[in-house]
């Protein structure tokens, strides 16, 4: 040991550090870093300079006990600086402050923050891992990930980030690196810690690059022993040594030195290379030509502390070359051995003032020569901003992996042939994974205790999604299939189409012995809320896959391999700030909803918006009634739209009718149904009756004439049990005579025209419209619009007479009727008219859930294009949406009501012209702008317990909260 301390007096001196143009710790203005350098090592004692070279460990959970232990290190053994570990960031702050009101020169503050503030600290944000952000192509991403990493740090005091970790993973069974690293390609890790580097370091945080020379080959961890690293130096130098080039190149701050055993560097057996001259000093400083930062791994760490007793091993260490001794375990025997080393001449004084010159031109560089303390306010809500959760969408968008994908199975298209369902494996929670599959398609959570019986239930589907799901607690967490998931796994894909997504890192295929009977198989990387919200939409081309591997993992998959194909131009889900919209200012959406809510204007509220085919927001207010045992409004609860059946039944089915050449504004009612051909009504042509300006009466209440002198059902018309005779059922426990159908349009038909033209509003032409399309397909309207529309669109949750699908639980009730059904109205259409049709009207009698009337809206919005199907002619949607008799002060478009022309109407004014959508009786409304690509859904019963009172019209309610969407827009 003597030899060596006696060589290592020879150690290079430089005279002036600020001569060196290498230096990544130069501050701008150099000369008054250089004056404040000389000066503060010039009145430090030899302790004083000692001390700067020690950065302890310090928690801000372990209490008044342990912040004074820490502060008498920095009062009597002027440590350097602190690296803080486990706690939070509000104590954090607070005891930062008092450990730099106590230290004579400021402190320079660390923190391991590899994928965030959230590897040490609670509340605070975590990016995801390096292995996730390893499978992104665009590296200005993982580049915008390092700036705001390094606000965060530097929000917090902190002045270094001990990353990237440059490690290239070439061992799959690494117990320490694995998902720390950004993968097995030297050059994708190059790139990757070079753009994480650039933007930390951009936003004032030094980088420091670790586990020199490379921790990415082992098969054990450093923290409980010493790992060897057996290459050749030829292999370590192309390999290994690569990324730390390119980032010392581009200014990198500061090196960390793990402890490894590597023979082909320190000929030493079984010698630490955090403690090898050869490694640190000949190769790191000289071979690379590092000038800045050298740390330590942690001296405490048993592949360092094992090596000698303590303090000796803080002195091998500085004699190796290092500048900074990370958590060494006693610190005045550390400081006492360097000292006694420097007054025996083993070190000298230029070697010391080499690496403590350097700790305070980093200090400099981070602006303690300014020190202010850190502001608590406001803390933690900036250390979990809006931008970041931003920023996280869509490193999983870009990240998220189709590694096979045979036949094409993704994106599911054909959703009306798709029978799906979702299998849940692994231990931890897969539930926003489903909840987001069921937003696009019907999904079914299938599960059993054996495999034969799951087997059975599976039968019955035709896709199987596959979701593996274990904890994303942190990036060490077992990510294997048990032996049981296997076998229940191979035989799920012998006997069904299955899609396999991997909610862990990629490495655990390799445990799949053959993929032979997998369809498809998806790496998301990790089960984070976002992981599984973005790859349930990239299932079902919501969004594009674009993620590549940056491992290989077995069965011919190959780092760089990644299936790429674009989104099918279905709804996703997201911030606002992603389409140019204000998270803060949606928020007051909330407060008009619960007002609404609590002035008893309606008993319920979903509302939904969505921008640039995104869905920025959609949340449930209120409950399905009054009554204090009622139901929370849920997404998946379904609403009477009222006259929004117009828009979302007959119209689609009239365009679609254009499209095939039977049908044009200009038809007349005559041609359409060859009863009219002696009518009053037989030159009214479809272009007039779907504006409303064909003189047609606004309503007829039809039901008046079924009812007794009472005003109660005539037995003559209604019953109470169905028969052939009596077969339409309007309500619970009463049905209506069949004939009576008949009668209806026959009034229609005979009824007296207006006496002049003009806009009147008239439910009329949808009773003709419904029965002219029943006619030419020979079908009803309900089984017509889920053939042709819902049933591929994925409008699940759309029906009509709602109580043949789904339970009454999940129907939201339209009133209490006491003047014609006399019952609470539940499960049946409100519409008196649409009742009389058995529940299916042209004008009324579809229930949905907001998400469902998105998705149409959607489709105008796209011109008729949705999913990857063309539903109708984009010039057909622009027909529909003109105002043809705006000159006659009429508004409204072709089905499609419009803004108004003056200051009263059904918008708030506030939408462009080209907008369009419609009202409904129970208090719904749908509207849509391809100007600012808005689409607006609010649904809720106000007509419940009573309609006769319309609050929410009055209070403005509907177009008062579609002002503050317009209102949130910012871009």
Same mark, same amino acid.
């Not at 003032?353 to 981070?366: D, E, F, M, N, W």
């Not at 019952?823 to 008219?833: A, F, I, K, L, N």
């Given at each position: 040991?003597?030899?060596?301390?006696? +060589?290592?007096?020879?150690?290079?001196?430089?005279?002036?550090?600020?001569?060196?143009?290498?230096?990544?710790?130069?501050?701008?203005?150099?000369?008054?870093?250089?004056?404040?350098?000389?000066?503060?090592?010039?009145?430090?004692?030899?302790?004083?300079?000692?001390?700067?070279?020690?950065?302890?460990?310090?928690?801000?959970?372990?209490?008044?006990?342990?912040?004074?232990?820490?502060?008498?290190?920095?009062?009597?053994?002027?440590?350097?600086?602190?690296?803080?570990?486990?706690?939070?960031?509000?104590?954090?702050? %607070?005891?930062?402050?008092?450990? /730099?009101?106590?230290?004579?020169?400021?402190?320079?503050?660390?923190?391991?923050?590899?994928?965030?503030?959230?590897?040490?600290?609670?509340?605070?944000?975590?990016?995801?891992?390096?292995?996730?952000?390893?499978?992104?192509?665009?590296?200005?991403?993982?580049?915008?990930?390092?700036?705001?990493?390094?606000?965060?740090?530097?929000?917090?005091?902190?002045?270094?980030?001990?990353?990237?970790?440059?490690?290239?993973?070439?061992?799959?069974?690494?117990?320490?690196? *694995?998902? %720390?690293?950004?993968?097995?390609?030297?050059?994708?890790?190059?790139?990757?810690?070079?753009?994480?580097?650039?933007?930390?370091?951009?936003?004032?945080?030094?980088?420091?690059?670790?586990?020199?020379?490379?921790?990415?080959?082992?098969?054990?961890?450093?923290?409980?022993?010493?790992?060897?690293?057996?290459?050749?130096?030829?292999?370590?130098?192309?390999?290994?040594?690569?990324?730390?080039?390119?980032?010392?190149?581009? &200014?990198?701050?500061?090196?960390?030195?793990?402890?490894?055993?590597?023979?082909?560097?320190?000929?030493?057996?079984?010698?630490?290379?955090?403690?090898?001259?050869?490694?640190?000093?000949?190769?790191? %400083?000289?071979?690379?030509?590092?000038?800045?930062?050298?740390?330590?791994?942690?001296?405490?760490?048993?592949?360092?502390?094992?090596?000698?007793?303590?303090?000796?091993?803080?002195?091998?260490?500085?004699?190796?070359?290092?500048?900074?001794?990370?958590?060494?375990?006693?610190?005045?025997?550390?400081?006492?051995?360097?000292?006694?080393?420097?007054?025996? *001449?083993?070190?000298?004084? *230029?070697?010391?003032?080499?690496?403590?010159?350097?700790?305070?031109?980093?200090?400099?560089?981070?602006?303690?020569?300014?020190?202010?303390?850190?502001?608590?306010?406001?803390?933690?809500?900036?250390?979990?901003?809006?931008?970041?959760?931003?920023?996280?969408?869509?490193?999983?968008?870009?990240?998220?992996?189709?590694?096979?994908?045979?036949?094409?199975?993704?994106?599911?298209?054909?959703?009306?042939?798709?029978?799906?369902?979702?299998?849940?494996? $692994?231990?931890?929670?897969?539930?926003?994974?489903?909840?987001?599959?069921?937003?696009?398609?019907?999904?079914?959570?299938?599960?059993?205790?054996?495999?034969? *019986?799951?087997?059975?239930? +599976?039968?019955?589907?035709?896709?199987?999604?596959? $979701?593996?799901?274990?904890?994303?607690?942190?990036?060490?967490?077992?990510?294997?299939?048990?032996?049981?998931?296997?076998?229940?796994?191979?035989?799920?894909?012998?006997?069904?189409?299955?899609?396999?997504?991997?909610?862990?890192?990629?490495?655990? +295929?390799?445990?799949?012995?053959?993929?032979?009977?997998?369809?498809?198989?998806?790496?998301?990387?990790?089960?984070?809320?976002?992981?599984?919200?973005?790859?349930?939409?990239?299932?079902?081309?919501?969004?594009?896959?674009?993620?590549?591997?940056?491992?290989?993992?077995?069965?011919?998959?190959?780092?760089?391999?990644?299936?790429?194909?674009?989104?099918?131009?279905?709804?996703?889900?997201?911030?606002?700030?992603?389409?140019?919209?204000?998270?803060?200012?949606?928020?007051?959406?909330?407060?008009?909803?619960?007002?609404?809510?609590?002035?008893?204007?309606?008993?319920?509220?979903?509302?939904?918006?969505?921008?640039?085919?995104?869905?920025?927001?959609?949340?449930?207010?209120?409950?399905?009634?009054?009554?204090?045992?009622?139901?929370?409004?849920?997404?998946?609860?379904?609403?009477?739209?009222?006259?929004?059946?117009?828009?979302?039944?007959?119209?689609?089915?009239?365009?679609?009718?254009?499209?095939?050449?039977?049908?044009?504004?200009?038809?007349?009612?005559?041609?359409?149904?060859?009863?009219?051909?002696?009518?009053?009504?037989?030159?009214?042509?479809?272009?007039?009756?779907?504006?409303?300006?064909? @003189?047609?009466?606004?309503?007829?209440?039809?039901?008046?004439?079924?009812?007794?002198?009472?005003?109660?059902?005539?037995?003559?018309?209604? %019953?109470?049990?169905?028969?052939?005779?009596?077969?339409?059922?309007?309500?619970?426990?009463?049905?209506?005579?069949?004939?009576?159908?008949?009668?209806?349009?026959?009034?229609?038909?005979?009824?007296?025209?207006?006496?002049?033209? @003009?806009?009147?509003?008239?439910?009329?032409?949808?009773?003709?419209?419904?029965?002219?399309?029943?006619?030419?397909?020979?079908?009803?309207?309900?089984?017509?619009? /889920?053939?042709?529309?819902?049933?591929?669109?994925?409008?699940?949750?759309?029906?009509?007479?709602?109580?043949?699908?789904?339970?009454?639980?999940?129907?939201?009730?339209?009133?209490?009727?006491?003047?014609?059904?006399?019952?609470?109205?539940?499960?049946?259409?409100?519409?008196?008219?649409?009742?009389?049709?058995?529940?299916?009207?042209?004008?009324?009698?579809?229930?949905?859930?907001?998400?469902?009337?998105?998705?149409?809206?959607?489709?105008?919005?796209?011109?008729?294009?949705?999913?990857?199907?063309?539903?109708?002619?984009?010039?057909?949607?622009?027909?529909?949406?003109?105002?043809?008799?705006?000159?006659?002060?009429?508004?409204?478009?072709? &089905?499609?009501?419009?803004?108004? +022309?003056?200051?009263?109407?059904?918008? !708030?004014? !506030?939408?462009?012209?080209?907008?369009?959508?419609?009202?409904?009786?129970? $208090?719904? =409304?749908?509207?849509?702008?391809?100007?600012?690509?808005?689409?607006?859904?609010?649904?809720?019963?106000?007509?419940?317990?009573?309609?006769?009172?319309?609050?929410?019209?009055?209070?403005?309610?509907?177009?008062?909260?579609?002002?503050?969407? =317009?209102?949130?827009?910012?871009?």
């Amino acid at each position: 040991m003597h030899k060596i301390f006696c +060589l290592l007096t020879s150690f290079l001196v430089f005279t002036s550090l600020f001569a060196q143009t290498s230096n990544p710790l130069l501050a701008t203005d150099v000369e008054a870093q250089q004056k404040w350098v000389d000066s503060l090592y010039n009145n430090m004692t030899l302790e004083e300079k000692v001390g700067q070279l020690f950065m302890v460990q310090a928690f801000s959970n372990q209490g008044l006990a342990h912040e004074n232990i820490i502060s008498q290190l920095i009062t009597k053994h002027h440590i350097g600086g602190i690296i803080f570990s486990k706690g939070d960031p509000v104590n954090q702050a %607070r005891i930062n402050n008092i450990f /730099q009101e106590a230290s004579k020169v400021p402190l320079l503050i660390g923190m391991d923050a590899e994928w965030g503030l959230s590897m040490r600290l609670d509340s605070t944000y975590a990016f995801p891992w390096n292995m996730t952000l390893g499978a992104i192509e665009d590296n200005e991403l993982i580049e915008q990930v390092g700036k705001q990493l390094g606000e965060h740090c530097k929000r917090l005091g902190v002045h270094f980030n001990f990353a990237p970790v440059v490690d290239i993973n070439t061992n799959p069974i690494n117990p320490i690196i *694995g998902n %720390r690293s950004f993968g097995e390609d030297r050059d994708n890790v190059t790139e990757k810690s070079l753009a994480l580097m650039k933007g930390m370091q951009k936003a004032g945080v030094l980088a420091n690059a670790k586990h020199f020379p490379g921790h990415g080959d082992t098969d054990s961890d450093s923290h409980k022993t010493l790992p060897s690293i057996n290459f050749d130096a030829k292999r370590i130098d192309s390999v290994e040594f690569y990324p730390y080039r390119k980032l010392i190149q581009e &200014g990198l701050s500061s090196v960390m030195v793990a402890h490894l055993s590597v023979p082909a560097l320190e000929p030493r057996v079984g010698y630490p290379s955090s403690l090898s001259y050869p490694i640190v000093t000949e190769t790191l %400083r000289h071979k690379l030509q590092f000038e800045g930062l050298i740390y330590t791994d942690a001296l405490n760490m048993k592949g360092a502390a094992n090596f000698g007793n303590n303090g000796d091993v803080d002195l091998a260490a500085f004699m190796a070359g290092n500048d900074v001794l990370l958590i060494p375990e006693d610190v005045s025997l550390g400081i006492s051995k360097i000292v006694e080393a420097y007054r025996e *001449g083993l070190i000298t004084e *230029g070697r010391l003032a080499y690496s403590v010159k350097k700790i305070l031109q980093a200090k400099y560089k981070v602006g303690l020569n300014n020190y202010k303390p850190i502001e608590t306010t406001h803390l933690v809500e900036d250390l979990n901003r809006i931008q970041d959760e931003t920023l996280s969408e869509v490193l999983f968008e870009n990240a998220i992996t189709v590694i096979k994908n045979k036949e094409e199975l993704l994106p599911i298209r054909k959703l009306e042939n798709k029978k799906i369902a979702y299998v849940k494996m $692994g231990d931890d929670d897969g539930s926003t994974f489903f909840k987001e599959l069921q937003k696009y398609a019907k999904v079914h959570e299938v599960s059993d205790d054996n495999l034969d *019986g799951l087997i059975n239930k +599976l039968s019955g589907y035709n896709t199987v999604i596959v $979701g593996f799901h274990r904890s994303n607690d942190n990036p060490w967490k077992d990510h294997k299939f048990s032996d049981k998931e296997l076998v229940w796994l191979y035989e799920i894909a012998r006997n069904n189409n299955v899609i396999l997504d991997i909610f862990v890192k990629p490495y655990a +295929l390799l445990n799949l012995s053959t993929v032979e009977n997998f369809e498809s198989i998806v790496v998301s990387y990790q089960n984070s809320e976002v992981a599984q919200q973005k790859s349930a939409q990239l299932i079902f081309g919501a969004i594009p896959a674009k993620g590549t591997l940056p491992v290989s993992v077995g069965n011919g998959f190959h780092v760089g391999d990644g299936i790429n194909y674009a989104s099918l131009s279905r709804l996703n889900y997201g911030l606002p700030e992603r389409v140019g919209m204000s998270s803060e200012k949606l928020k007051k959406l909330d407060s008009v909803a619960q007002y609404a809510i609590d002035k008893k204007m309606t008993p319920g509220i979903q509302l939904l918006v969505a921008r640039k085919g995104k869905v920025v927001y959609n949340k449930n207010f209120g409950t399905h009634t009054y009554d204090k045992k009622s139901e929370p409004v849920a997404f998946d609860d379904i609403y009477d739209v009222a006259s929004l059946t117009k828009i979302l039944a007959t119209l689609p089915l009239l365009m679609e009718l254009e499209d095939k050449g039977e049908i044009n504004l200009d038809s007349k009612l005559s041609d359409l149904l060859p009863e009219y051909a002696n009518s009053n009504k037989k030159n009214i042509t479809l272009k007039k009756m779907l504006s409303h300006y064909a @003189r047609l009466k606004p309503w007829i209440p039809f039901y008046y004439a079924t009812l007794d002198s009472t005003k109660h059902p005539d037995p003559k018309y209604y %019953r109470k049990e169905p028969s052939k005779k009596f077969s339409v059922k309007v309500a619970n426990n009463l049905y209506m005579r069949k004939d009576y159908q008949d009668s209806i349009q026959k009034i229609i038909m005979d009824t007296d025209l207006l006496n002049r033209e @003009r806009y009147r509003y008239s439910d009329l032409p949808y009773y003709i419209l419904k029965k002219y399309i029943e006619t030419y397909y020979d079908q009803t309207l309900d089984v017509l619009v /889920q053939d042709h529309f819902y049933e591929s669109l994925g409008a699940n949750y759309t029906t009509y007479n709602p109580y043949v699908k789904f339970s009454g639980k999940k129907i939201v009730p339209t009133e209490v009727d006491d003047y014609y059904r006399y019952q609470e109205v539940h499960g049946y259409v409100h519409d008196m008219g649409a009742a009389m049709q058995d529940g299916v009207g042209g004008h009324a009698g579809v229930f949905s859930n907001a998400n469902d009337v998105a998705k149409i809206m959607q489709l105008f919005l796209q011109k008729g294009f949705y999913g990857g199907k063309r539903y109708f002619k984009p010039e057909t949607v622009d027909e529909y949406n003109t105002c043809y008799f705006c000159d006659e002060d009429n508004r409204r478009g072709i &089905g499609f009501d419009k803004p108004q +022309l003056g200051d009263v109407g059904p918008t !708030c004014g !506030c939408v462009s012209m080209a907008s369009f959508g419609h009202s409904g009786f129970t $208090g719904t =409304y749908a509207w849509a702008d391809p100007d600012e690509e808005i689409v607006y859904v609010f649904l809720a019963n106000r007509t419940y317990p009573k309609a006769d009172s319309n609050l929410l019209l009055k209070a403005n309610i509907r177009t008062d909260i579609q002002r503050l969407i =317009y209102e949130a827009i910012i871009d």
